[in-house]
């Protein structure tokens, strides 16, 4: 059992930068890929990135790829997502996602049905 809590959202101006991170707790936190998704209103919940057990291998979708930056801290139990040059568009709720696959390896998105964990979201939203 893994539990997710993610922190660091907010209110933020287009252009510019907010840093999401997400702490986890329980065993055998380096045998899961992690990632963000985030949902806006009215929209279905979509991928933003991944990253494999050991950070070898990070994948984004085209839509945050050169502004998102998704990192882990093993040691820390801790994942984090830089997100710069912020668009209005970005604005929704961001969810940290744990899976436990074995044959993921961050080099493809995450499907939302594979997702084993889910934290409880943060809200950010992007003012023109």
């Known amino acids: 059992q893994v539990q997710l809590v993610e922190s660091g959202g907010g209110l933020v101006q287009a252009g510019g930068s907010l840093r999401l991170s997400c702490a986890a707790s329980g065993r055998g936190f380096n045998n899961y890929a992690m990632g963000w998704f985030r949902q806006a209103p009215g929209k279905e919940r979509e991928f933003v990135a991944t990253?494999?057990?050991?950070?070898?291998?990070?994948y984004y979708a085209d839509s945050v790829k050169g502004r998102f930056t998704i990192s882990r801290d093993n040691a820390k139990n801790a994942v984090s997502l830089q997100m710069n040059s912020l668009k209005p568009e970005d604005t929704a709720v961001y969810y940290c996602?744990?899976?436990?696959?074995?044959?993921?390896?961050?080099?493809?998105?995450?499907?939302?049905?594979?997702?084993?964990?889910w934290g409880q979201g943060t809200q950010v939203t992007v003012s023109s």
């Open positions: 990253i494999s057990r050991f950070g070898g291998n990070t």
């Open positions: 996602a744990a899976d436990r696959s074995p044959s993921f390896t961050a080099v493809q998105a995450m499907a939302v049905s594979s997702i084993d964990y």
